[in-house]
């Protein structure tokens, strides 16, 4: 071995056995620590791929919040070179999230108002087609056919199916164009409008009922909304037909009319009123309804007797002097402008009975039955004579001798006034 000649090191030496004796020396030699294999978190060289770093394993840049750092992670390498100044997208809007849900749970009754107008809108346009059809074929109506006349209506309604494959000029695609804002596009349009309302109105969601009173509007509602779905499908069925003939558009406006009475919000709010109007549910009446406008109403009252004073609430001070005008049973009365559900009282000679289906009602203070027919005092009102006043007798009510048919109470029993009574 010459001088100067560094021996190699056996550790990185390999020796050659067998049939790697046609091999170099050098060709498994190693020189320092063994090849690492390729590590992919390591930065890459490539200008056009560079490696997007682990949220977890890089700090944000600066002024970057944590949860949209690791929001923002794509796994992906992006497709072009990466620019620190670029804005990021941010996503804490909660609320554009919520829109769908928001949507899906459309109140009831503001879709079933929306599928009102629509049914009307669209009522009215099949008509006014109707109308204008049916003035341009009267002059050969008597000669044409059941077959010709449900062409006319096709070819009023839009263009021939075999026109469509021809147009190849610009003329024809002017034209084409021009025939597209007749009645078919229209009919598309109304279809696709009310298929709509109908489909919101259908799965629109029900308020949870919060009292008695409450829970006959949701099984109102309830059946409204599996009517809405049933005539929804017939309607559907009716707008694929409606490009036949004109049978089918007349079918179509009769459903459409029936469904827009069923939706009529108007008619909604009368039959809640008329519900409403005369409800005595006692003393569990649900006192939201007490402040209700449409129940506010002249009534006399009979006040009760406790102890020889008179006990009155806050909305009858000041009628103490009034006596009752119902009849002699010698209670005191107050003259009201409001109405609550549960006063029990005897019933006011200033309105017609027979309005309000207060025709024969025993009073429960004082326990007189009012039959409309023996009422001197309605009879009075009915001759222009005004609240005719009944003469008053013993606090105890009429006695047998001068009692009046048709007044006083059951037969075996002796009126008075009762005491304890509380008036809410």
């Known amino acids: 071995m010459s001088r100067g000649f560094i021996a190699p090191d056996r550790r990185a030496v390999a020796p050659t056995r067998g049939r790697d004796g046609g091999r170099e020396f050098f060709s498994d030699?190693?020189?320092?620590?063994?090849?690492?294999?390729?590590?992919?978190r390591r930065m890459s060289m490539n200008v056009e791929y560079p490696r997007f770093?682990?949220?977890?394993?890089?700090?944000?840049?600066?002024?970057?919040?944590?949860?949209?750092?690791?929001?923002?992670?794509?796994?992906?390498?992006?497709?072009?070179?990466?620019?620190?100044?670029?804005?990021?997208?941010?996503?804490?809007?909660?609320?554009?999230?919520?829109?769908?849900?928001?949507?899906?749970?459309?109140?009831?009754?503001?879709?079933?108002?929306?599928?009102?107008?629509?049914?009307?809108?669209?009522?009215?346009?099949?008509?006014?087609?109707?109308?204008?059809?049916?003035?341009?074929?009267?002059?050969?109506?008597?000669?044409a056919g059941d077959g010709i006349l449900r062409e006319l209506w096709s070819r009023r309604i839009g263009i021939p199916p075999s026109r469509r494959d021809s147009i190849k000029s610009e003329e024809e695609v002017n034209e084409w164009e021009d025939q597209l804002r007749k009645p078919c596009q229209k009919f598309r349009i109304q279809a696709t409008k009310l298929d709509m309302c109908l489909q919101k109105a259908a799965t629109a969601v029900i308020p949870i009922p919060k009292s008695r009173k409450d829970e006959t509007s949701v099984d109102s509602a309830k059946l409204l909304q599996d009517k809405i779905a049933t005539s929804g499908e017939g309607i559907r069925c009716l707008l694929g037909k409606v490009y036949r003939s004109r049978q089918y558009c007349s079918e179509l406006v009769k459903e459409l009319g029936q469904l827009k009475s069923l939706v009529d919000p108007q008619k909604s709010q009368?039959?809640?009123?008329?519900?409403?109007f005369g409800s005595n549910d006692?003393?569990?009446?649900?006192?939201?309804?007490?402040?209700?406008?449409?129940?506010?109403?002249?009534?006399?009252?009979?006040?009760?007797?406790?102890?020889?004073?008179?006990?009155?609430?806050?909305?009858?001070?000041?009628?103490?002097?009034?006596?009752?005008?119902?009849?002699?049973?010698?209670?005191?009365?107050?003259?009201?402008m409001k109405r609550?559900?549960?006063?029990?009282?005897?019933?006011?000679?200033?309105?017609?009975?027979?309005?309000?289906?207060?025709?024969?009602?025993?009073?429960?203070?004082?326990?007189?039955?009012?039959?409309?027919?023996?009422r001197q005092d309605v009879k009075s009102q009915e001759?222009?004579?005004?609240?005719?006043?009944?003469?008053?007798?013993?606090?105890?009510?009429?006695?047998?001798?001068?009692?009046?048919?048709?007044?006083?109470?059951?037969?075996?029993?002796?009126?008075?006034?009762?005491?304890?009574?509380t008036y809410g």
């Open 29 to 40: 030699l190693m020189i320092g620590e063994p090849r690492r294999p390729d590590d992919s």
């Open 53 to 143: 770093p682990i949220p977890s394993e890089y700090p944000p840049p600066p002024g970057y919040p944590f949860y949209e750092w690791d929001g923002f992670h794509d796994p992906r390498p992006p497709t072009g070179p990466r620019h620190d100044n670029r804005q990021r997208p941010r996503h804490d809007s909660h609320v554009e999230r919520e829109k769908p849900h928001m949507d899906h749970t459309a109140n009831f009754d503001s879709a079933c108002t929306k599928l009102f107008q629509q049914l009307e809108q669209a009522e009215q346009f099949y008509q006014n087609f109707q109308q204008e059809f049916d003035n341009e074929v009267t002059s050969i109506k008597r000669y």
């Open 270 to 276: 009368d039959d809640e009123q008329e519900d409403g």
């Open 282 to 336: 006692g003393p569990q009446a649900d006192a939201s309804g007490d402040a209700d406008q449409s129940c506010y109403q002249n009534l006399t009252m009979c006040i009760v007797f406790t102890c020889g004073e008179h006990e009155f609430a806050n909305e009858l001070k000041g009628y103490e002097g009034v006596t009752c005008q119902c009849h002699n049973c010698g209670n005191h009365s107050a003259h009201v």
């Open 340 to 374: 609550w559900n549960w006063f029990t009282f005897c019933f006011v000679p200033i309105l017609p009975l027979s309005t309000h289906a207060y025709k024969d009602v025993v009073c429960r203070i004082c326990g007189f039955a009012q039959p409309l027919d023996n």
């Open 383 to 421: 001759r222009g004579a005004g609240n005719e006043m009944q003469p008053q007798g013993h606090p105890g009510g009429p006695g047998p001798n001068n009692q009046q048919p048709g007044w006083g109470p059951p037969q075996g029993q002796q009126p008075g006034a009762k005491s304890n009574m």
